[in-house]
């Protein structure tokens, strides 16, 4: 139970504090985003995978010396490949409720992408680096969950806009925009000295949270995406 919470400390408090600032007339969509957050924890697994075969049949190792390929690592397999499927497991939630069941108001389809990309980083911590440091792994809800759950807020944003304008496009670029933010993060090691790394790493989360904060109050709470009577 510890363990589980030095992974994903972070996690509940976003999720809390977002709930308390945005949920004045309706009920938070508890029932809506206990599925995202499911299908969060199951984005995982592919994810997994996916970088399992990079590491044993390719070059292409987050860890490699050659410093292209493990940039090109991180850009495959985290950039592309772990917003993938974040993004694919959020809108498969969205299409297979009953939409007379579960509401569907911007804000609400939102959280629910936030929350699945809370909990995937809250796995990923559970599955990749509970072995780590105890700083370390605290650290990490300071940092990469912060980051997961951002990356969420832009896949809500852009599942939202899709909805509305009935185009896939705003998707292919919350998708596009994702992948840079999330490889850049985890590349400024590759390039840069330690000191620096940590230098971009604070300025990249400090201005992720700013921008998401100042997005979610701008989000109604009202506000329905399309409208199912």
């Known amino acids: 139970m510890s363990l589980l919470l030095l992974c994903s400390w972070s996690c509940i408090l976003i999720y809390i504090g977002m709930v308390k600032s945005k949920y004045f007339w309706l009920k938070p969509p508890a029932g809506l ?6 299908s969060g924890v199951f984005s995982t697994v592919p994810a997994l995978i996916f970088n399992l075969f990079l590491s044993r049949e390719t070059e292409l190792w987050v860890y490699s010396s050659n410093k292209l390929h493990s940039f090109l690592g991180f850009f495959i397999g985290a950039g592309l490949g772990e917003e993938f499927w974040k993004l694919s497991f959020g809108i498969f939630v969205l299409s297979v409720i009953p939409t007379k069941k579960f509401r569907l108001f911007h804000a609400d389809i939102v959280l629910g992408f936030v929350t699945l990309g809370l909990a995937f980083g809250a ?3 559970l599955i990749a680096y509970s072995h780590i440091e105890l700083e370390l ?3 990490r809800g300071f940092i990469a969950i912060p ?9 809500g944003l852009a599942t939202v806009k899709s909805f509305k304008n009935l185009s896939i496009i705003p998707l292919i670029f919350g998708y596009i925009i ?4 999330h490889t850049l993060y ?5 390039f840069l000295s330690l000191d620096f790394t940590h ?17 979610w109050k ?7 995406v399309l409208n199912y009577e």
């Open 178 to 181: 994702s992948v840079t933010i």
């Open 33 to 38: 985003c206990i599925l995202f957050g499911i």
């Open 218 to 224: 701008r989000i109604p709470e009202l506000e329905k």
């Open 186 to 190: 985890d590349t400024w090691n590759i």
């Open 137 to 139: 792994l605290i650290s």
């Open 123 to 125: 796995v990923e911590n």
């Open 147 to 155: 980051l997961h759950g951002s990356m969420g807020m832009i896949h």
């Open 199 to 215: 230098f971009f790493l604070t300025f990249m989360t400090a201005t992720l949270i700013f921008w998401g904060t100042k997005t």
